[in-house]
């Protein structure tokens, strides 16, 4: 069956510092990788996609960065946090192309606060 | 781009009744249209789905349907349990794209 983890569970960062959440798959090949990032009592805000190897679309232009050096491994990045990046960051997969059910799975997520 | 309406954003109701979640959406291209339930401090997680050439669907006590000529889609949950109390996020997916977009959510409260 397919896993997902997603680390550090929690932090707290002060302004400036930097950041790596890394998020895993397990038990599948090639699939479609996703951060988004949920401000407390909003939505779901999709910040970076990724379909394959190196390939990685942002959907909203800010500090942060995303790499998939790995056919299922996802990294979320930042060199300097500010205030407003404080949330919580849920990494998600769905299959990719040829057996597309649609659905993501999510991450437990991470929760930053950012002081 | 596609463009996702969720009402309402806060329903509130006393356990045992019904509630309907209803979203619209713009892109007559989107196929497929999950929900999720996302309880506090937790992941979401798909509930039901149901893709265009069905209008509606069951799972015990949740349905799902949708009207493709409007371009809406609803769930439904009846009977209502504590337990139901979340955070429910729509979405519609167009074929070929990896990004569904999503509803702004509901704040569903069932009151004992």
């Known amino acids: 069956s397919q896993t997902i983890h997603q680390w550090p569970a929690t932090l707290v960062q002060p302004v400036g510092s930097p950041l790596s959440l890394e998020c895993t798959v397990e038990g599948t090949s090639n699939p479609n990788l996703y951060w988004y990032r949920q401000a407390a009592g909003r939505g779901l805000q999709l910040l970076f996609y990724?379909?394959?190897?190196?390939?990685i679309s942002s959907e909203v232009p800010q500090n942060l960065s995303a790499s998939r050096p790995q056919d299922r491994q996802f990294i979320l990045s930042s060199k300097k946090l500010l205030l407003s990046d404080s949330g919580f960051y849920l990494c998600?997969?769905?299959?990719?192309?040829?057996?597309?059910?649609?659905?993501?799975?999510f991450g437990e997520g991470s929760r930053l606060t950012v002081l | 781009g596609e463009n996702v309406e969720q009402h309402p954003s806060t329903l509130s109701v006393q356990e045992g009744d019904s509630a309907v979640i209803k979203c619209t959406y713009s892109d007559s291209a989107s196929n497929y249209f999950p929900w999720y339930k996302q309880e506090l401090g937790k992941r979401p997680q798909l509930i039901i789905d149901?893709?265009?050439?069905?209008g509606e669907k069951k799972d015990q006590r949740i349905a799902v349907t949708l009207n493709k000529t409007a371009k809406h889609f609803s769930l439904h949950i009846t009977e209502t349990q504590p337990e139901d109390s979340a955070v429910y996020f729509c979405a519609a997916k167009p074929g070929g794209s990896y990004i569904p977009t999503f509803g702004r959510g509901t704040s569903l409260i069932v009151h004992p």
């Open positions: 990724s379909v394959g190897i190196g390939q």
């Open positions: 149901i893709r265009s050439n069905v």
């Open positions: 998600a997969w769905s299959y990719g192309t040829g057996t597309d059910t649609g659905e993501l799975f």
